[in-house]
């Protein structure tokens, strides 16, 4: 039997079957699936002609920008691995990431490429191999991207690349300790792509607008959707989220898909009135984050013509579960009932045990788009898995209609004077107030009971809710030992988040400290 293409095999058949069609583009330029393939085929033939081998890392250093689809399809055909690198990071994490993996190349971004000449002496890299991408000219001792690009044959490379070969490394966040960096197969791609495209119902004439990092999972998967399934990839290429710019760029490209975190439809929200001609949008995603009910409310108004859909996942499991447009609003607060494909979440205690409905336990799931173990950290891939299944930490609870419902990480949960509490859902309940913009919940030493509730709070513009106010207003809607026994106000700007939305939790455990001590 023949395997599923990887993803440098399905750009060539876009390519073949749709060459003048556009494929990919950013906000300042495009390319045809032609013309795509063919960089991609040049590049992929230059970094092996540099003596590169199958199976070597190339680490990538970016802002959003198209060439990130380019160095993707590359690294699938010349069997290389591509190993994306958060633009946020600060240089001891890039240097420890790149010696990690222990990569053959690097392509860097005019701007961020300074981190990499400050460890590229630690990197073991040969000095031809740093590439230099942007900007108006090459610096001292790097090779240019385009000269890279002319310089390799446009023919397809002569690599044997199989379904089980490595594709990515994705360093996962983590919230403790060093990232660790998720293998990628294209095999687990493959089966998520076409997953992924049954489940929103894609197909070539639609449009995905990337506006998450093109080094994160998010964005990555669903680029391995829209290619499968011929649709266009627009790549928002900004340095940072501005959500007028996004409104503009949805409603100019007339992207049909767009994955966002409710941080941003947040901010887009209060630019409503000056929204363009949105009715192109028909797929809108939720990820990363649980969003406000208000929120998915007032979306839905500003998107007339999109169906709603929210996804529970991670960059080890891929897409876990999935809600509809059609369940939003008949199971408030669940993340939808499993993807296609894959077989049922399992809810484990302690023990290795299933919880009955209703009860939080570990969640675990198996499906056949899982990653393929951490690099080089057999105890870390071991403590992941419980047979088949996977988990990343996280408890959830099933109602008795299936439908799953994230309660929090494990290693976020609270435990005062003996009960468990989760900080998602003592959030949840003071986001309901019309004061507030956002909130982060954390536990905080306390000599008396273990550990004590504390919330960080950011206002909305003109509120002036002061703290007793707020902890009295919770009285009722929390039990007691959950209501916060401390509320501290900060801006917003300093709320800890990955870029994919998340709490930094042990970032914030960290500032409220602070703001202790100084008090």
Known sequence: MTPMPNIGQMLSAQARLQPGRIGARDLDREMSFALWNARACRLANALLGLGLSKGERVGVLAWNRVEWLEIYAAAAKAGLVAVPVNF???????????QDCAVSAVIAEQGLHDAIDEIRADLGVPEDRFVHLGGTGTPTGWRGYEDLIAAGAQREPEVAVTPSDPWCLMYTSGTTGNPKGAIRGHQGIGNLALMTAVELGLGRNDEAMLVMPMCHANSLYFFASFLHCGGATSVFSRRSFDAGHCLRALAETGASFTSLVPTHYEMMLDLRDTAGDLRRMEKLMISSAPARVETKRRVMEMFPNSGLFELYGSTEAGWVTMLHPDEQFDHLGSV????????PVRLLDDDGNEVPDGTPGELYSNGPYAF??????????????RGDYLSV??????????????IDRKKNMIISGGENIYPTEVEAVLARHPDVRDVAVVGRPDDRWGER???AI?????A??????????SRGKLAGYKRPRVVTFIEAAEMPRTATGKIQHGLLRALLAGRMSEN
């Open 393 to 406: 930490g996280d408890v959830a609870v099933r109602e008795a209609d299936g439908f799953i419902r994230l």
């Open 336 to 343: 939808g009932r499993e993807v296609v494909g894959s077989l």
């Open 453 to 455: 509730v504390e919330a």
């Open 88 to 98: 946020r990071l600060v240089t001891p994490e890039i240097h420890f990431i790149l």
């Open 458 to 462: 950011v206002l909305r513009d003109g």
């Open 464 to 473: 002036a809710v002061t703290a007793d106010a707020l902890v009295e207003w």
């Open 372 to 385: 393929d173990g951490y690099w080089n950290r057999p105890d870390k891939t071991a403590e992941a898995f």
